[in-house]
């Protein structure tokens, strides 16, 4: 019956996807930041999850300080994750994603719109402005978010850390929160791609933030010590 129901659903899905990826760049586009990158990606997000009957859980969010801002690096379960970030994290902040969904029609126009980082590896020039992209937006006092993995898990367990995300964060002094989350890989894992979702329990946990100073390695395994401790058990 979910799986009829979500077929059912599925223009609605896509209408209210394209209307607010639609506002999210228009807000942009006036400098209505708040709205741009804030509101409508949180609208877009809950509405999904509400759409699909799917509950979120947040634990942790008490180690977050107003007014303060983070670099937050979580796990790469699924095609939810960005979803759950979006929707439940309760701060707003900038992504750094692969720069090929800069290229997505509508998606990659509002999120290059809202100054998302369009993260390119191809040379090492590429990746100097890449790098000079994300230390000014935290230079003007924006939340950077992204996957210290690269990319989804291919199996529910976590992969290795690439050091990128953590030069950026020790460079502009801002303190990582890592984030654990639950539930995404068996809702829908990469190996799916673009399928039906399985109604599972999704959560998100959020760890005390971690200060950046010190040696870049015992700081890589410290975020991914965290982020692995909250891992269901099959996953870790």
Not at 65 to 94: S, T, W
Request: charged share 20%; proline share 4%; with cysteine.
């Amino acid at each position: 019956m979910y799986k009829i129901y979500q077929i059912l659903i599925l223009p609605l899905l896509f209408v209210q996807c394209m209307v607010l990826l639609f506002l999210m760049w228009l807000f942009c586009v006036l400098r209505i930041h708040r709205l741009g990158t804030g509101l409508f990606p949180r609208l877009w997000a809950r509405g999904l999850c509400w759409l699909l009957l799917l509950k979120v859980e947040v634990h942790g969010r008490e180690h977050l300080k107003p007014g303060e801002h983070y670099v937050f690096m979580a796990n790469h379960q699924g095609m939810l994750d960005i979803c759950m970030l979006n929707g439940y994290l309760g701060r707003e902040f900038k992504w750094m994603m692969k720069k090929e969904l800069g290229d997505v029609p509508l998606f990659g126009m509002a999120c290059r719109g809202a100054r998302f980082v369009m993260v390119d590896n191809t040379n090492a020039g590429a990746v100097r402005r890449t790098c000079r992209e994300a230390a000014a937006l935290m230079k003007e006092g924006f939340s950077l978010c992204l996957f210290p993995e690269g990319m989804r898990t291919w199996d529910g367990h976590m992969n290795e850390f690439k050091k990128g995300g953590f030069v950026l964060a020790q460079n502009a002094g801002f303190p990582i929160v890592p984030i654990t989350i639950n539930g995404s890989f068996d809702a829908l894992p990469r190996q799916k791609g673009l399928n039906l979702v399985n109604r599972v329990p999704l959560s998100i946990t959020i760890h005390e933030a971690i200060p950046v100073e010190g040696n870049r390695e015992e700081l890589m395994q410290k975020v991914y010590d965290a982020i692995h401790s909250s891992l269901c058990d099959k996953y870790k």
